[in-house]
């Protein structure tokens, strides 16, 4: 039994056995059926049966069964090829007879149970990329190459399509880079050669028409407008899940005009399987079923898919991405769903996401997956990741929507948060200033918009190392929500809660403090206890009671709020995990810091199963180990954890992000400390030019940095005592 989807070269393997064994006379009756129909197979059979009995019976079926009773009795050695097996039941009564001396070869895109049971399998896939490189290299002469690897790799390495490829590079005297570049702009139908290839009966474009047909026949249209879902997506992987969404559902009720649950959905797919037009495979990562289509399944259904179709198609399939989206990311290397949606959404802007620019109604609308797929990015630390996407973003929305839009303004805005996130945060707030005066100009000053653009300034003027101008523009800024909000309205709060946070900032952490007690008063009044932005307000708290002075309070004030979050939220949500990070902080600064690195190595394995090892948080934590260990007394301890450290963040998060700079600053500090200052001011000079180049000669870091290279400078070559530069806990 050979299988496989059209177009992978069953029949060719088929052919090329039979013609092997017939030249080495291993066969004394070769018998080659086309089996698309169970009249085929019998007209074939009878006339094998005249030309061995020399008599034409008038019965076609008769006929049938008479050779199948020969082939059974014989003792000649016989080779039956059904080709291209399209119906199992049209071959009731009809397979030939299991014996000794004969041989029967079945090759069909099919994965029936009954059609396989009992037989050996062999699964016939595509070419490999070298396979794909060795047929075009024997095909095509030296100066018709160029491109050729691209070219294979654009027709998904099938062997159909490759031959019928190099026919027409052939045909139409052009170069591989010439095809490439018609096939970008012609339907697929117009790149297909006068004459066909070793013997092929049907075009690329045509190879799987039948099975969809059927397909469609099979579950009342259902396969189809799934196959057609498939079709916008990644041809690598698609969830499954994606097509039992409420928003795959709602589209199939409106197309078909019935309701579909998720059996009719799941056997569809399965036809599809059945049919060659798909598989399905099971990712242990995902913990779910993948469905793959080949890219050029894909092309002949997007291509066949009308017009009018195609926006709502877009649309049904962007609502599933989002549907689909975890509400918290682990890393990349672990975070097999979120990984998958963003290439699915990359695939679905590539083939559909002109129809994603406006709504089914035409309002010009930038579809939210277009940002979720950004942020997910940023979200799980690939900041400059998530920087590029959406400068891409940036370009494609002004471009359909206009600079005034709000969408244009919304990617904006992203785009300045992840400039600052990815270690630029004076840029950021040259972003944000600018985007506030456009803001200003097309909404006027009261608009959400606007007032967020200020937000995001002040908080960005204070990461760029202004704090105090942070805190005045909050001060300002709190008065006009006031105006406009009121007190009670969660912005609002979230407002004071920046003007504590800034006041803490710039120098009075007591003051920070007290502000937080009045914060959370007005969150228990407002909201309840178990509000999230009351659990961020009882955490403000906690930490600022710790900067003005009381580490072993701020300690058991986490340990009070661990407690309502382990309730709420449960043991892994990100901020559950970084109270248990702030619990071990401020029982290091208590003056445990054993007990830190205890508690931190504990919380590392939790982060790693829960958030992945490549996660911003499971990386900090692996720094606070690194602190408290030198803290503990073990400086060179410290420095080797930190430099293994710092080349996974250096793959995971880039040069230039700031937890990076801040370990590189940390591996100056503890080699000084193990008595190496010569290392530690050579360290601290290479990471000054950075910080000048990063973040400006005036910002605080770049200031530390050079009082940090006059310090070691100074010292001899035995251990000092000066506390190193950290992160937040």
Request: glycine share 8%; charged share 25%.
């Amino acid at each position: 039994m050979v299988a496989g989807m059209g177009g992978v070269g069953k029949t060719q393997l088929a052919a090329n056995l039979a013609e092997h064994l017939w030249q080495a006379r291993a066969v004394d009756l070769l018998l080659w059926v086309t089996a698309t129909s169970r009249d085929s197979v019998i007209n074939t059979y009878a006339q094998a049966d005249a030309d061995l009995t020399g008599t034409d019976d008038p019965d076609p079926q008769r006929a049938a069964v008479r050779l199948l009773g020969w082939l059974a009795s014989t003792g000649k050695r016989w080779l039956v090829i059904l080709d291209d097996v399209a119906d199992p039941q049209a071959l009731a009564g009809l397979w030939p007879p299991d014996t000794r001396y004969g041989r029967t070869v079945v090759t069909t895109r099919r994965r029936d149970a009954a059609l396989l049971d009992g037989r050996h399998l062999v699964d016939v896939g595509t070419f490999t990329p070298g396979q794909a490189a060795d047929y075009l290299h024997g095909r095509l002469d030296p100066d018709r190459l160029a491109e050729a690897d691209l070219l294979a790799a654009d027709l998904g390495f099938l062997p159909l399509a490759l031959a019928q490829a190099a026919i027409y590079i052939r045909d139409q005297d052009m170069t591989c880079a010439g095809y490439r570049d018609r096939l970008q702009r012609r339907r697929l139908d117009r790149m297909q050669p006068q004459v066909l290839p070793d013997g092929q009966q049907r075009a690329v474009t045509d190879t799987w028409g039948l099975s969809i047909e059927l397909a469609d026949t099979l579950t009342d249209r259902l396969a189809g407008v799934v196959l057609q879902l498939a079709a916008i997506l990644d041809p690598n992987g698609i969830p499954s899940s994606l097509f039992t969404s409420q928003a795959a559902a709602g589209y199939y009720r409106q197309r078909l005009d019935r309701a579909v649950d998720g059996d009719d959905t799941r056997d569809a797919i399965r036809m599809l399987h059945r049919l060659g037009l798909a598989d399905t495979v099971t990712d242990p990562d995902l913990d779910g079923e993948l469905l793959r289509v080949h890219a050029l399944v894909q092309r002949v259904v997007r291509e066949s898919t009308p017009d009018p179709r195609q926006a709502a198609l877009a649309h049904a399939a962007a609502d599933a991405l989002i549907q689909l989206w975890p509400d918290i990311e682990r890393d990349t290397a672990t975070d097999r769903l979120g990984q998958l949606l963003r290439v699915n959404t990359t695939a679905l802007a590539a083939v559909a996401g002109g129809h994603l620019w406006h709504t089914l109604d035409g309002v010009g609308d930038a579809h939210a997956v277009f940002f979720q797929a950004g942020r997910s990015l940023g979200e799980i630390g690939l900041v400059a990741a998530a920087h590029g996407h959406f400068q891409q973003l940036h370009a494609d929305v002004e471009q359909a929507l206009g600079p005034d839009h709000r969408d244009t303004m919304n990617v904006r805005s992203d785009l300045a948060r992840w400039r600052g996130e990815a270690g630029d945060p004076g840029g950021a707030a040259t972003a944000f200033k600018q985007l506030f005066a456009d803001n200003l100009r097309v909404l006027g000053p009261d608009h959400p918009d606007t007032l967020t653009a200020r937000s995001n300034l002040a908080r960005w003027r204070g990461l760029a190392g202004d704090a105090g101008g942070a805190a005045t523009a909050y001060e300002q800024l709190l008065a006009d929500y006031l105006r406009v909000l009121g007190p009670d309205h969660r912005h609002t709060m979230t407002i004071r809660a920046n003007v504590a946070h800034w006041r803490g900032e710039t120098g009075d952490p007591g003051g920070a403090a007290t502000a937080f007690e009045q914060q959370l008063a007005d969150d228990l009044r407002a909201l309840g206890p178990d509000h999230p932005d009351t659990l961020n307000s009882r955490s403000n708290l906690a930490g600022w009671t710790g900067k003005a002075g009381d580490p072993s309070e701020a300690a058991t004030k986490f340990e009070q709020l661990l407690t309502d979050q382990m309730r709420v939220l449960g043991p892994d949500h990100p901020d559950t995990l970084r109270t248990r990070a702030n619990i071990a902080y401020w029982q290091g600064q208590a003056g445990d810091p054993r007990g830190a690195t205890t508690k931190f190595e504990q919380l590392l394995t939790d982060q790693m199963r829960a958030l992945g090892p490549d996660h911003p948080d499971t990386l900090r934590t692996r720094a606070n180990i690194a602190y408290w260990q030198g803290q503990a007394g073990d400086p060179r301890g410290a420095t080797t954890k930190l430099e293994q450290l710092l080349t996974d963040q250096m793959r995971a998060l880039g040069p230039d992000h700031p937890d990076t700079l801040t370990t590189r600053a940390n591996i100056a500090h503890w080699r000084g400390q193990a008595g190496d200052p010569r290392e530690a001011t050579t360290t601290f000079e290479q990471l000054l030019t950075d910080y000048i180049r990063v973040l400006g000669p005036d910002h605080p870091y770049t200031l530390t940095t050079r009082a940090n290279i006059a310090y070691w400078r100074g010292r001899p070559a035995t251990p000092a005592e000066q506390p190193p530069q950290k992160g937040s806990p």
